[in-house]
């Protein structure tokens, strides 16, 4: 299972909101790049990039950064936030992004989906984020009719091998992540998942690598890293199935 280190990105500043709430901003490190270089240098082989800024504004606002951390890390990165459009895509990528994250756009315009999975393939991933048991845009501020399996399913359809599943009332909280929606939504859409928000300890990692069997490979980590309620190096032990 893969241990992804969060990093959001806010003013230029590394932060973690609770529950998407900007009001509720604790920032944790005025250098992002050097956050990323501490996650890798602790043994992360992936890391995950949030633009806070540009998910509010529906554009990329923290580009330079982006860039920055990808010439400063040998791990991958994934970068989501204001993604809405093949030509920044385009831009994200040639950042040296591995993976881009399309979000609200995936709902508005499922043709950009299908479109940017038969140009970049695996490259697209889709975060499916879910409030009250509904589909959560426009940063969690709203939701739609949909439920997030129905959701995947769709986005299965169109090319999506890989989506990242988060339940917006565990973001930040440390109250455990939502196991049995990403569970199920490994189950019933068939689809890869990545699980994010809401955990707190290392018995939640034990408890989502037992769902790797229905396809859950990997957990996004953010709060927990950062108030060390969780070390990285131990997380990454239970991982790799070593106690």
């Not at 959001?8 to 050097?34: H, M, W, Y």
């Not at 991933?125 to 969690?140: P, T």
């Not at 890869?192 to 690598?209: P, T, W, Y």
């Amino acid at each position: 299972m893969l241990i992804i280190p969060a990093i959001d990105l806010r003013a230029g500043k590394c932060v973690r909101l609770i529950q998407g709430d900007l009001k509720q901003e604790t920032i944790f490190s005025d250098n992002p790049v050097a956050v990323a270089k501490a996650w890798e240098a602790k043994g992360a082989k992936y890391i995950h990039l949030v633009d806070l800024d540009g998910a509010f504004a529906g554009f990329p606002k923290n580009l330079d950064i982006i860039k920055e951390i990808t010439k400063a890390v040998s791990v991958p990165v994934q970068v989501g936030g204001g993604i809405r459009s093949i030509e920044t895509i385009e831009q994200i990528l040639s950042a040296g992004v591995d993976r881009v994250i399309l979000g609200t756009v995936a709902i508005g315009n499922p043709n950009l989906v299908k479109e940017a999975c038969s140009h970049f393939g695996e490259k697209i991933v889709v975060g499916i984020d879910s409030k009250d048991g509904l589909v959560a845009i426009e940063g969690w501020e709203a939701t739609v009719e949909k439920t997030a399996v129905e959701l995947a399913i769709e986005m299965k359809e169109l090319g999506i091998e890989r989506v990242i599943f988060t339940d917006t009332r565990r973001d930040g909280t440390l109250k455990g992540p939502n196991l049995e929606s990403t569970k199920e939504l490994a189950q019933e859409a068939g689809i890869k998942v990545i699980a994010s928000g809401g955990v707190a300890n290392l018995q939640d990692l034990v408890n989502l690598k037992k769902l790797e069997q229905y396809g859950v490979e990997g957990v996004v980590m953010g709060k927990a890293l950062y108030t060390e309620a969780i070390d990285l190096e131990e997380a990454l032990r239970i991982a790799d199935g070593v106690e």
